[in-house]
């Protein structure tokens, strides 16, 4: 029997809670968010008069919790409407709603007593065969079971979300001893198809998968730290984006997640007594993590952990890193190691670690003694705390955002060369590894297979059928390449188009390699994606060649440059093949206007998609000026003020604002509703790109016709020119703004004709580039592109 979820109840509404809530909200699950009375009347409800009798006064935490969800930022909500979808109550009036809902999720406090009084409550209102799960992060799964029914257990498990839940993949899926093999299977699907997640499947041991290795990684840093003679900034350096790490590294990442949190896992670890002798050390606390909790210098939570926000002489803020030994806050300055110059021309980090580990300084000794534990600590742990290595990395990867898991770092630097480091920090490695050829291979389909420590054999990674991996299949699947572009065979009929610039920047190697790729897809194939597995699909245009051009005055070439692109999106639009663009992170300028050009959009919900060329004093120049031009054309309705639509596309460009997801972006009309598709697991994205691609293809594409566009001329321009001249008035905008908004105007309205005209795509594209140039003239668009290119922020002068 198929099993459809269209209400949840999360119990508890604390920030787990009301994160796990927003994100069933955002796939459009209807949710019921539940949590306790309040013990007590706040002041405010005692002047209103209220009792503990009243619905707002009973319900309030959850409502109150409901509130915070939808102002957190970042936001949780793909879009703040999408928190109609929740309803709120309280445990002791609402709990038997839950006889109508799909799934039940508990979030309540972890204390083993409370949750199991909270089933009990839960037995008497479910309806038999309805889903039960605990987010718990620290009690055993078949602890939460104990005494309950038959029917109970066998559709319970942990479902631990990681936080917050819309932007860390990871959903460890914990059954217990009695969960029926089926529902575990729904589980894990479920979580990967409609939730978004990386769903890995673990075992009912401290910590699970990605806290328990996570920790472990933590702990030993902070051991090291001292020894090795670094300190917090410097750590925070060597363990961030240099290694594929998030920014927020080892420390900032204690203080955001707070260090209570940290020594709560580490602690619960090492109460369980599971850790063999070599490991069980690595999860005492160091002495001054002890001081640390005495003194409650637990990170954000109390303004001040590894780091504290200070004044300095001047009055002005800084950002002071503790030292370990005196206990004071100092301004640690900037960390520079030798070891990392070495990387600075290797673009990835996986392929940065045989270089870090090389190192003659305090870097190269903090990596080697990192490094060696870590990869003595996971061989230990398969088969604790998993089967299979790959859900070590998956989890890894997912939870913690680590761009590449211990195992594959290891195959990285080598087998043999990971075991020696192991020795050298002191401790040994899992016999099973020292006759591994590798951990990864990738077989003739394209797909990573993985050493199986049971078998001893090679075995597919399940689920990858869903995938297309553009790394495992450009080996033997790469039709052509340049330096910033490559075309891969999908199969089927469709081909891809893979930016591969430095941060996927749109200049002249991409171009033409967009082209090359319609032009392949025209002749011999049946549709082309644009797609790419970057962090990002594009940042837009490339700057530092639009700065060389306009200071050497090189107009003729900047004018071809650009023409060039304008021609390259509309063969994206007007292609004999259908053409369909997958976005995903940051999809800025450039890569906005290639994605407004597709027949169809398949993008990931997490799409930061807009047109910014107004923060370095241009205006959209690549068909996006033209293209908002055109869709509002044709919301003009007979009687309305046609205006109205053509004014918000106007504010949106020229506040340079961004949609903050996918959904978003629909209501900006970037994307468009009755064609563009939004997915929430990117590593399906190109998958479903090409479905698309295929099944267009399949149904009879035929190549569209140049659009005509109705511009309302210069009775819609002076009520623009109106409108910047009261901005610049009221001091919103600067003089800059002002010219720059004028000519966005001047463009989306067809210039200054006298009445409304029909006119063509070229001709608005003709203007769109003039004007470009023009601001390109500007001293102040020089200074707001070169302060883009050396600070990676927007200037407004």
Same mark, same amino acid.
């Given at each position: 029997?198929?099993?459809?979820?269209?209400? *949840?109840?999360?119990?508890?509404?604390?920030?787990?809670?009301?994160?796990?809530?927003?994100?069933?909200?955002?796939?459009?699950?209807?949710?019921?968010?539940? !949590?306790?009375?309040?013990?007590?009347?706040?002041?405010?409800?005692?002047?209103?008069?209220?009792?503990?009798?009243?619905?707002? @006064?009973?319900?309030?935490?959850?409502?109150?919790?409901?509130?915070?969800? @939808?102002?957190?930022?970042?936001?949780?909500?793909?879009?703040?409407?999408?928190?109609?979808?929740?309803?709120?109550?309280? +445990?002791?009036?609402?709990?038997?709603?839950?006889?109508?809902?799909?799934?039940?999720?508990?979030?309540?406090?972890?204390?083993?007593?409370?949750?199991?009084?909270?089933?009990?409550?839960?037995?008497?209102?479910?309806?038999?065969?309805?889903?039960?799960?605990?987010?718990?992060?620290?009690?055993?799964?078949?602890?939460?079971?104990?005494?309950?029914?038959?029917?109970?257990?066998?559709?319970?498990?942990?479902?631990?979300?990681?936080?917050?839940?819309?932007?860390?993949? &990871?959903?460890?899926?914990?059954?217990?001893?009695?969960?029926?093999?089926?529902?575990?299977?729904?589980?894990?699907?479920?979580?990967?198809?409609?939730?978004?997640?990386?769903?890995?499947?673990?075992?009912?041991?401290?910590? +699970?998968?990605?806290?328990?290795?996570? @920790?472990?990684?933590?702990?030993?840093? &902070?051991?090291?730290?001292?020894?090795?003679?670094?300190?917090?900034?410097?750590? !925070?350096?060597?363990?961030?984006?240099?290694?594929?790490?998030?920014?927020?590294?080892?420390?900032?990442?204690?203080?955001?997640?707070?260090?209570?949190?940290?020594?709560?896992?580490?602690?619960?670890?090492?109460?369980?007594?599971?850790?063999?002798?070599?490991? =069980?050390?690595?999860?005492?606390?160091?002495?001054?993590?002890?001081?640390?909790?005495?003194? =409650?210098?637990?990170?954000?939570?109390?303004?001040?952990?590894?780091?504290?926000?200070?004044?300095?002489?001047?009055?002005?803020?800084?950002?002071?890193?503790?030292?370990?030994?005196?206990?004071?806050?100092?301004?640690?300055?900037?960390?520079? +190691?030798?070891?990392?110059?070495?990387?600075?021309?290797? !673009?990835?980090?996986?392929?940065?670690?045989?270089?870090?580990?090389?190192?003659?300084?305090? /870097?190269?000794?903090?990596?080697?003694?990192?490094?060696?534990?870590?990869?003595?600590?996971?061989?230990?742990?398969?088969?604790?705390?998993?089967?299979?290595?790959?859900?070590?990395?998956? /989890?890894?990867?997912?939870?913690?955002?680590?761009?590449?898991?211990?195992?594959?770092?290891?195959?990285?630097?080598?087998?043999?060369?990971?075991?020696?480091?192991?020795?050298?920090?002191?401790?040994?490695?899992?016999?099973?590894?020292?006759?591994?050829?590798?951990?990864? =291979?990738? %077989?003739?389909?394209?797909?990573?297979?993985?050493?199986?420590?049971?078998?001893? %054999?090679?075995? %597919?990674?399940?689920?990858?059928?869903?995938?297309?991996?553009?790394?495992?299949?450009?080996?033997?699947?790469?039709?052509?390449?340049?330096?910033?572009?490559?075309?891969?065979?999908?199969?089927?009929?469709?081909?891809?188009?893979?930016?591969?610039?430095?941060?996927?920047?749109?200049?002249?190697?991409?171009?033409?390699?967009?082209?090359?790729?319609?032009?392949?897809?025209?002749?011999?194939?049946?549709?082309?994606?644009?797609?790419?597995?970057?962090?990002?699909?594009?940042?837009?245009?490339?700057?530092?060649?639009?700065?060389?051009?306009?200071?050497?005055?090189?107009?003729?070439?900047?004018?071809?440059?650009? /023409?060039?692109?304008?021609?390259?999106?509309?063969?994206?639009?007007?292609?004999?093949?259908?053409?369909?663009?997958?976005?995903?992170?940051?999809?800025?300028?450039?890569?906005?206007?290639?994605?407004?050009?597709?027949?169809?959009?398949?993008?990931? /919900?997490?799409?930061?998609?807009?047109?910014?060329?107004?923060?370095?004093?241009?205006?959209?120049?690549?068909?996006?000026?033209?293209?908002?031009? &055109?869709?509002?054309?044709?919301?003009?309705?007979?009687?309305?003020?046609?205006?109205?639509?053509?004014?918000?596309?106007?504010?949106?460009?020229?506040?340079?604002?961004?949609?903050?997801?996918?959904?978003?972006?629909?209501?900006?009309?970037?994307?468009?509703?009755?064609?563009?598709?939004?997915?929430?697991?990117?590593?399906?994205?190109?998958?479903?790109?090409?479905?698309?691609?295929?099944?267009?293809?399949?149904?009879?594409?035929?190549?569209?016709?140049?659009?005509?566009?109705? @511009?309302?001329?210069?009775?819609?321009?002076?009520?623009?020119?109106?409108?910047?001249?009261?901005? *610049?008035?009221?001091?919103?905008?600067?003089?800059?703004?002002?010219?720059?908004?004028? =000519?966005?105007?001047?463009?989306?309205?067809?210039?200054?004709?006298?009445?409304?005209? *029909?006119?063509?795509?070229?001709?608005?594209?003709?203007?769109?580039?003039?004007?470009?140039?023009?601001?390109?003239?500007?001293?102040?668009?020089?200074?707001?592109?070169?302060?883009?290119?050396?600070?990676?922020?927007?200037?407004?002068?």
């Amino acid at each position: 029997m198929k099993r459809r979820i269209k209400h *949840v109840t999360v119990l508890g509404s604390g920030i787990m809670g009301s994160g796990i809530a927003a994100h069933f909200a955002n796939i459009g699950v209807e949710v019921l968010l539940l !949590d306790i009375v309040p013990f007590e009347l706040t002041e405010a409800e005692q002047k209103k008069g209220l009792t503990k009798e009243d619905k707002a @006064v009973r319900n309030r935490i959850a409502t109150e919790s409901l509130a915070k969800l @939808v102002k957190a930022s970042p936001a949780l909500l793909y879009k703040k409407e999408f928190a109609e979808r929740i309803s709120v109550g309280n +445990f002791d009036d609402d709990l038997q709603k839950i006889k109508n809902t799909d799934w039940i999720i508990e979030v309540v406090v972890e204390r083993l007593d409370i949750k199991k009084s909270v089933y009990e409550k839960i037995e008497q209102f479910r309806k038999p065969g309805t889903l039960v799960s605990s987010n718990t992060s620290g009690i055993p799964i078949n602890m939460l079971v104990e005494g309950r029914s038959d029917d109970f257990k066998k559709y319970f498990a942990g479902t631990h979300f990681f936080n917050p839940v819309r932007y860390l993949p &990871l959903l460890e899926i914990i059954p217990t001893n009695d969960t029926d093999a089926e529902i575990v299977k729904f589980y894990m699907e479920y979580g990967a198809k409609f939730l978004g997640k990386t769903t890995v499947l673990a075992k009912d041991t401290p910590a +699970f998968i990605a806290n328990r290795i996570g @920790v472990f990684s933590m702990m030993n840093l &902070l051991h090291n730290v001292k020894s090795i003679g670094l300190n917090v900034t410097e750590v !925070d350096k060597l363990t961030g984006p240099v290694i594929g790490r998030p920014k927020s590294a080892t420390f900032r990442t204690a203080d955001v997640v707070g260090l209570d949190t940290l020594v709560h896992v580490a602690n619960g670890v090492h109460a369980s007594g599971v850790e063999d002798e070599q490991f =069980k050390g690595t999860f005492v606390l160091p002495d001054y993590i002890n001081m640390m909790m005495e003194n =409650k210098w637990l990170g954000s939570k109390t303004e001040q952990g590894f780091y504290k926000k200070v004044k300095n002489a001047d009055g002005k803020s800084e950002i002071h890193g503790l030292n370990l030994d005196s206990y004071q806050y100092e301004n640690q300055g900037k960390a520079n +190691f030798a070891t990392l110059e070495l990387t600075k021309n290797i !673009d990835k980090p996986i392929d940065r670690f045989k270089v870090l580990i090389g190192g003659k300084d305090k /870097a190269g000794k903090l990596y080697r003694k990192s490094l060696g534990a870590l990869f003595a600590y996971v061989s230990h742990k398969i088969p604790e705390i998993s089967d299979e290595l790959y859900k070590v990395d998956d /989890a890894m990867k997912a939870g913690f955002g680590w761009e590449n898991g211990p195992f594959e770092i290891w195959d990285a630097v080598g087998i043999q060369k990971g075991i020696e480091l192991a020795t050298e920090a002191g401790f040994t490695v899992s016999e099973w590894v020292k006759s591994v050829e590798s951990f990864y =291979k990738v %077989n003739e389909e394209g797909q990573s297979i993985f050493f199986d420590k049971n078998s001893g %054999n090679y075995n %597919n990674i399940p689920g990858q059928e869903a995938f297309i991996i553009l790394d495992n299949i450009r080996k033997n699947k790469t039709l052509w390449s340049n330096s910033g572009s490559a075309i891969q065979d999908l199969g089927d009929g469709i081909i891809n188009f893979e930016i591969r610039s430095k941060m996927n920047s749109l200049g002249g190697e991409v171009l033409d390699g967009l082209n090359r790729a319609i032009d392949l897809a025209e002749k011999e194939y049946d549709g082309l994606v644009i797609g790419n597995q970057g962090a990002n699909f594009s940042v837009g245009a490339n700057l530092a060649m639009i700065l060389m051009m306009a200071i050497e005055q090189d107009w003729d070439d900047l004018n071809m440059a650009i /023409a060039y692109f304008q021609k390259s999106m509309m063969r994206v639009r007007y292609s004999s093949v259908p053409v369909v663009v997958a976005p995903h992170g940051l999809t800025l300028g450039g890569g906005c206007e290639m994605t407004m050009h597709a027949d169809k959009v398949v993008a990931v /919900a997490e799409t930061y998609i807009g047109l910014v060329e107004t923060g370095v004093g241009v205006i959209p120049g690549g068909g996006g000026t033209k293209e908002f031009a &055109l869709r509002t054309s044709k919301e003009f309705a007979a009687d309305d003020v046609k205006n109205n639509r053509m004014r918000e596309a106007f504010m949106n460009i020229a506040m340079g604002k961004v949609a903050t997801s996918a959904h978003e972006a629909y209501d900006m009309g970037i994307l468009q509703n009755h064609k563009d598709i939004v997915v929430v697991n990117k590593n399906r994205q190109i998958a479903e790109a090409k479905k698309v691609a295929k099944l267009m293809a399949e149904q009879g594409y035929t190549q569209p016709i140049q659009q005509k566009v109705k @511009v309302l001329g210069q009775g819609a321009l002076g009520m623009f020119f109106v409108g910047t001249d009261q901005m *610049v008035t009221g001091n919103f905008i600067s003089e800059h703004d002002k010219k720059i908004a004028d =000519k966005l105007a001047y463009v989306m309205v067809g210039g200054n004709l006298s009445e409304p005209t *029909v006119v063509t795509e070229q001709y608005l594209l003709n203007l769109e580039r003039e004007a470009f140039l023009q601001l390109c003239g500007e001293r102040k668009t020089l200074e707001r592109i070169q302060f883009m290119l050396q600070k990676g922020k927007p200037l407004r002068n």
